[in-house]
């Protein structure tokens, strides 16, 4: 089967989106995509007030565009081209699909491998290109992981399939551990939570110091990091490692607050013992404005809530209070809240209106008018 692309349909943009994250990852290769990459340059023709709904039978979703598959795997001499607007107007699953993946696996491994390629390569409808990434999911090889780990970096469309292709393959952790570096959102989610299902020692330390962005869609993951990761095992390595104390503030606040949606301070065994561990680390470490909102958050958790909220009890409740106030009550860490909140930092902003009222902080004095009242 030639490789050569053929000729697209007309009102395709003429950009594939593989070469519009390839162009977007070359101008920063270590940091996620600016605006996870969009605008996508297809974005004008999937307005999400006229794409096709899913099936309300979730059993049948997928079949109409495996059906479109199967038509094309059944004649031999098409090229993937003829595929490159034939799934714009139906319903097509972002994740694994059963029905996709019985016709990648009936059809002939080599001709699936081709056509994913293909479509990956240079598909420039989201569409065509996500069942694509399906097929190498389905029968990819290790020498496909650069081109899903360089559409992946498009996470928010393709992070789900993305990650469950690489978690499939030989060597899919260090591949999944770049990717996870590079991207943010729902698409840092699917990353993770496929580490965390590989349960590989390699991940540990990155789950350790990385794994949560600050991002609320951390709450998904975050205890599963901590149970995976053997969070309360490496304790002893918060007092020499910032990098890892301060994720594990972002990890602990996250879990203070995603009942919903992942495992709670409530129901994490070592709850307690985690909290003690970060309270007296953290008073070795100098102020920043995310150190700062991370102890005052966890304070405000342990000042409002009541101690099986945040899995202690109450003698530990309250020592876990009283050390973290004092530490964000010294000198230092109070100039850093004060210069935020002059700065207009909307952490320091967040505090300031919507500190637990029983809070006490030296950077926050109880007249302080609310910052909307300021500009009345």
């Known amino acids: 089967m030639s490789e050569t692309p053929g000729t697209k349909q007309p009102g395709l943009p003429s950009v594939a989106l593989f070469d519009h994250a390839l162009r977007l990852h070359r101008q920063a290769p270590d940091k996620p995509l600016a605006r996870g990459g969009e605008p996508f340059p297809d974005?004008?023709?999937?307005?999400?007030?006229?794409?096709?709904?899913?099936?309300?039978?979730?059993?049948?979703?997928?079949?109409e565009a495996a059906s479109v598959l199967a038509a094309y795997f059944a004649r031999p001499s098409a090229h993937p081209?003829?595929?490159?607007?034939?799934?714009?107007?139906?319903?097509?699953?972002?994740?694994?699909?059963?029905?996709?993946?019985?016709?990648?696996?009936?059809?002939?491994?080599?001709?699936?491998?081709?056509?994913g390629r293909w479509l990956v390569r240079h598909g420039s409808d989201q569409c065509a290109v996500t069942v694509?990434?399906?097929?190498?999911?389905?029968?990819?090889?290790?020498?496909?992981?650069?081109?899903?780990?360089?559409?992946g970096l498009l996470s928010r469309h393709f992070g789900h399939l993305a990650a469950h292709a690489l978690e499939r393959l030989p060597g899919g952790t260090g591949a999944l551990l770049w990717l996870a570096d590079r991207v943010t959102g729902?698409?840092?989610?699917?990353?993770?939570e496929a580490l965390c299902r590989m349960d590989d020692p390699v991940a540990r330390p990155w789950l350790l110091r990385r794994a949560c962005d600050g991002d609320f869609l951390n709450a998904y993951f975050a205890g599963k990091v901590a149970t995976v990761a053997q969070l309360h095992e490496a304790l002893g390595e918060l007092d020499i490692d910032s990098e890892m104390a301060d994720h594990v503030g972002r990890l602990l606040v996250s879990m203070s607050d995603c009942a919903g949606m992942g495992l709670t301070?409530?129901?994490?065994?070592?709850?307690?013992?985690?909290?003690?561990?970060h309270a007296r680390s953290v008073g070795a470490l100098g102020p920043t404005i995310e150190r700062y909102f991370t102890v005052a958050l966890l304070a405000q958790?342990?000042?409002?809530?009541?101690?099986?909220?945040?899995?202690?009890?109450?003698?530990?409740?309250?020592?876990?209070?009283?050390?973290?106030?004092?530490v964000l009550d010294r000198g230092e860490w109070t100039q850093v809240a004060v210069a935020g909140l002059a700065a207009e930092d909307n952490r320091m902003r967040w505090l300031a209106n919507h500190r637990a009222p029983q809070?006490?902080?030296?950077?926050?004095?109880?007249r302080l008018p609310r910052l909307e009242d300021q500009r009345k």
Not at 91 to 107: F, I, M
Not at 186 to 192: Q, S, T
Not at 359 to 366: E, G, I, N, Q, V
């Open 43 to 63: 974005d004008a023709l999937h307005d999400h007030r006229s794409r096709p709904e899913p099936p309300e039978d979730r059993d049948l979703e997928g079949r």
């Open 265 to 277: 301070l409530a129901r994490y065994p070592h709850a307690g013992k985690v909290l003690e561990a």
């Open 186 to 192: 729902w698409g840092r989610v699917y990353v993770v």
């Open 81 to 115: 081209s003829e595929l490159a607007d034939a799934f714009h107007d139906i319903h097509v699953p972002l994740g694994p699909n059963e029905h996709v993946t019985a016709v990648a696996e009936l059809a002939g491994r080599d001709r699936v491998r081709r056509t």
């Open 359 to 366: 809070l006490r902080l030296r950077a926050f004095p109880d």
């Open 132 to 151: 694509g990434l399906a097929l190498i999911a389905a029968v990819g090889t290790v020498e496909d992981i650069p081109s899903i780990q360089t559409i």
């Open 301 to 326: 958790h342990l000042t409002a809530e009541p101690p099986e909220a945040a899995g202690c009890t109450a003698e530990q409740q309250a020592a876990l209070r009283t050390s973290y106030i004092s």
